[in-house]
């Protein structure tokens, strides 16, 4: 049974830090990408942070300089790591696993989901 688990959400003040964890299960974690997505209220969800089984990253725009992504592939878990936190980065962060395979299949999981609210 594959599981995502997020943790270490909840309220800072802007200026603020957190680390989010993704523990996971029940798939080859050592080859699949880890990402991390966010969905503010009212917004689409977006990709925040990526890193392949490479350990190569990539970050959007609205957060590059400020969060890290990393990943610890003998504990299964991915971490989001945020620094300089701002109102906008209020949202539910996801963490999402996902592979496409020499055939083209396409295998994705998600996470339930993290609140992260940045508010003095």
């Known amino acids: 049974q594959v599981q995502l688990v997020e943790s270490g959400g909840g309220l800072v003040q802007p200026g603020g830090s957190l680390k989010l964890s993704c523990e996971t299960s029940?798939?080859?974690?050592?080859?699949?990408?880890m990402k991390w997505y966010r969905q503010g209220p009212g917004k689409e969800r977006e990709l925040v942070a990526a890193?392949?089984?490479?350990?190569?990253?990539d970050y959007s725009e609205s957060v590059l300089g400020r969060f890290y992504i990393f990943r610890d592939d003998t504990r299964r878990t991915s971490y989001l790591r945020m620094n300089a936190l701002k109102p906008e980065d209020t949202a539910v962060y996801y963490c999402?696993?996902?592979?496409?395979?020499?055939?083209?299949?396409?295998?994705?999981?998600w996470g339930q989901g993290t609140q992260v609210t940045v508010s003095s």
């Open positions: 890193i392949n089984h490479a350990f190569h990253t």
């Open positions: 029940g798939f080859n974690f050592n080859d699949f990408a």
């Open positions: 999402n696993a996902q592979l496409e395979d020499f055939d083209g299949k396409n295998y994705e999981y």
